[in-house]
Each structure stands twice: as structure tokens, then as C-alpha cells.
């Protein structure tokens, strides 16, 4: 397993320690895994600690997925982590990005029945 590899995992299980530990080693915040994620894009939603750390590492918030347009800020939209989307529009994540079904990240709350994630993403200056 390569360190990217290492960092997407412990991202994903929201194992904070252990993304910090994968960075001190040199793993690379952007950094793609073997199937071409990032960190950020495979995190645990609900985990702001990992959030908080990749974002202040210099993670990229609107990285997109090449399959479906999905950005980390559509991703905890979709969950509904209202704390995780305000860590991503706070690091500069765009709101007004449309994944490839033509959908913003308050059209992916609304449709999961998210309404306080979408509030606040429809609160957004324009």
C-alpha cells in the first residue's frame, strides 16, 4: 500500500491520528489513492477533526470525482454533516458547482431531505 493509500484509508475511517501520522510521513494532502480519490473526496463525512486537519493541510475542496462530478462539499451535502459543509465553504469549497447530473450541493440536501444543509448552502451570497 502506497502512503496515499494510507491517508485515504485512515480519512475514511475518520481516524484522525492516523491521517496526521500518514502526513507527517509525506503523503501528499492531494494525493490521488489506487482508485484515484483524494483524502478529502473519501473522508468520513461526520468526521470534522479529519476535515479541520486535510483543509488546514492545504486539501483542495473542489476537487471533483471524474465519474460523477461530486465534490466533497456535494458528498457531506448529500449525508447531511451540516458542521463538515461549513468546514468546506469556509476553505473556499463553491457552492454553486453542478455535478454531472446538474445538481448543486443544495439540490443533493434538499433531495435527501436535509433541509438545515440546505438552508444554509441557499443562504450563500450568490
Same mark, same amino acid.
Given at each position: 500500500?502506497?502512503?496515499?493509500?494510507? /491517508?485515504?484509508?485512515? #480519512?475514511?475511517?475518520?481516524?484522525?491520528?492516523?491521517? &496526521? $501520522?500518514?502526513?507527517?510521513? @509525506? #503523503?501528499?494532502?492531494? @494525493?490521488?489513492?489506487?482508485?484515484? *480519490?483524494? #483524502? /478529502?473526496?473519501?473522508?468520513?463525512?461526520?468526521?470534522? %477533526?479529519?476535515? !479541520?486537519?486535510?483543509?488546514?493541510?492545504?486539501?483542495? %475542496?473542489?476537487?471533483?470525482?471524474?465519474?460523477?462530478?461530486?465534490?466533497? /462539499? =456535494?458528498?457531506?451535502?448529500?449525508?447531511?454533516?451540516?458542521?463538515?459543509?461549513?468546514?468546506?465553504?469556509?476553505? @473556499? $469549497? &463553491? %457552492? *454553486?458547482?453542478?455535478?454531472?447530473?446538474? *445538481?448543486? %450541493?443544495?439540490?443533493? $440536501? *434538499? !433531495?435527501?431531505?436535509?433541509? &438545515?444543509?440546505?438552508?444554509?448552502? &441557499?443562504?450563500?451570497? =450568490?
Amino acid at each position: 500500500m502506497t502512503l496515499q493509500d494510507d /491517508l485515504t484509508t485512515a #480519512a475514511a475511517k475518520g481516524n484522525t491520528a492516523g491521517v &496526521e $501520522a500518514v502526513l507527517l510521513k @509525506g #503523503a501528499d494532502v492531494n @494525493g490521488k489513492n489506487q482508485f484515484g *480519490r483524494t #483524502a /478529502l473526496q473519501v473522508m468520513m463525512m461526520g468526521s470534522s %477533526p479529519v476535515a !479541520q486537519l486535510l483543509l488546514q493541510r492545504g486539501a483542495n %475542496p473542489n476537487v471533483a470525482d471524474s465519474s460523477t462530478g461530486n465534490t466533497p /462539499l =456535494h458528498d457531506a451535502a448529500q449525508t447531511g454533516f451540516l458542521e463538515t459543509v461549513r468546514l468546506l465553504v469556509e476553505a @473556499g $469549497a &463553491e %457552492p *454553486r458547482v453542478k455535478d454531472n447530473n446538474n *445538481r448543486l %450541493p443544495a439540490d443533493v $440536501a *434538499r !433531495q435527501s431531505g436535509h433541509t &438545515e444543509v440546505c438552508a444554509f448552502l &441557499e443562504a450563500l451570497p =450568490h
